[in-house]
């Protein structure tokens, strides 16, 4: 097989692919119409960052059977376009988790001990050893921002030291964060209170843009704040002057919002900043095991076994998919549902099978409603890596099949819980194609999941429903679609709404205003 190398990576990567048998081209640099002709007979496309990867140059590449990103970002990879020419895309998550995690706790140290100021004042002709008082970490609280891969290393690595830990993140079970020694807190406000140190471990997403700023470092008063994860997360503007004004004792920032970072920077400026390159990946080690995963794993796809880190490739062979693929989708978005009406800590995910799906290899469907289960956090996560992302989380999955479907061929049925209280969502398939909600928890609902859903538990009593449906008119949202169910009557009954436009806070605050309303809650398909 052949490999094209179109970015830089060590030569370790490399050389694995020559002793497995095959044949690899570099070509740095390349784009364009050369890009196009380099790539016409590669069967292994190996890519950084430099890269773009779009559907014109897949198009170009008719022998192509994997794309291998040495690093963890797939940004400038066309994902969708991957799958549609039958392309495996897979990067390597893993291999700078000890070099990010490192940085970090390097970074922590020199805010709290100022090291490269006072290196610098020494370097000029001072010797200030009268000017810079540290801060030990030993007998400090961490706060974890993030608890992924990369946040559990930090935690370990300064919980050994003395570090109490605690965490937020939404996406972590109690037990995971347990098992690091760290409290997993509820809010994130609550997290940078009890906080000495915060280091930030999340993604760049529309929900964590600028999730840090004025009020939320005005918490974390008299301590300081490393990022090494991704710009933007911090108001970088805000950080500037809460340490310049000594809210905050001192930062270390390795990512900025705009990177290069200019020269006008407000971080430039402040003395107990500290700013670093983007360096957190930049060790030998680390760029030694990017390319040497991203190897392994053209090497895997060219001899048709799993792919350890694929994108967007089934774990079946054709005629098991053909299928389970129309239940696919039902469960992604059942586990979707589920998880946005949960409020908590989700501990667990079990999905069920009843009739005919329960006869089928449901492994891949399983993954897809794990897909579902954490699409909301923007967890970078498909059908083929959520049962691992799972793991990692301390999440525990279940299947269950029986044979017994009620009214129906097929229902799936996922639920997340805490180990304590739970919510369930049931689905099916009409004609195949058409996916419909039957159930949530208890209560029996025809409803059509699309687009933006507002899901509403309301005491069984008259004008209810007209009293939601006047809320959204006065604020001028269009209902596309209304269902009803109820336990008993004068009960507890449930509405789901399809509404043209997300709801807007000025209408849950006039839901609530009226006692016949028990809960409202947003559910987002994103598919609108």
Known sequence: M???????????????????????????????????????????????????????????????????????????????????????????PEGNVRAAAEHSVAMAFATARSIPQAHDRLKGGEWAKGAFLGTEVNKKTLGVVGFGRVGQEVAKRLGNLGMDIVTFDPYISE?????????????????????????????????????????????LEGGYVVNCARGGIIDEPALAEAVEDGVLKGAALDVFGEEPLPDDSPLLDVEDIIVTPHLGASTEAAQENVATSTADQIIAAFNQEPVANALNAPSLDRATFEQVEPYLELASTAGRIAVQLFDGHMSEVEVTYAGDIADEDVEYVTASALEGVFAPSDIQVNAVNAPQVA?????????????????????????????????SVCGTQFGGEESRIVRIDDHRI???????????????????????????????????????????????????????????????????????????????????
């Open 446 to 528: 025809e409803a059509v999941p699309h687009g933006h859903m507002l899901v509403v538990r309301n005491k069984d009593e008259p004008g209810t429903i007209g009293f939601i449906g006047t809320v959204l008119g006065e604020s001028n949202i269009n209902i596309a679609g209304m269902f009803n169910g109820r336990e008993t009557i004068g009960g507890e009954a449930m509405s789901v709404y399809n509404l043209d436009e997300p709801p807007t806070a000025e209408v849950f605050d006039a839901l609530s205003t009226d006692d016949r309303i028990i809960e409202t809650t947003y559910v987002a398909l994103g598919d609108e």
């Open 175 to 219: 037990e995971r964060a347990k098992q690091f020694g760290a409290e997993l807190v509820d809010e994130l406000d609550e997290c940078l209170e009890k906080a000495d140190f915060v280091t930030i471990h999340t993604p760049l997403t529309p929900e964590t843009e600028n999730m840090i700023g004025e009020e939320e470092l005005a918490q």
């Open 2 to 92: 052949k490999v094209l190398v179109t970015d830089p990576i060590a030569d370790a990567g490399l050389a694995r692919l020559r002793e497995a048998g095959h044949e690899v081209e570099t070509a740095y640099d390349v784009e364009g119409d050369a890009l196009l002709d380099a790539v016409a007979d590669a069967n292994g496309l190996i890519v950084r960052s430099g890269t773009e990867v779009t559907d014109e140059v897949l198009s170009a590449a008719p022998e192509l059977v994997i794309v291998g990103r040495a690093g963890i970002g797939v940004d400038n990879i066309d994902i969708d376009a991957a799958t549609e020419h039958g392309v495996i895309v897979a990067n390597a």
């Open 391 to 423: 793991k990692e989380r301390g999440i525990d999955v279940t299947e269950s099949k029986t044979s017994s479907a009620e009214d129906y061929q097929s229902l799936i049925t996922v639920t997340v819980s805490d180990g304590t209280d739970s919510v």
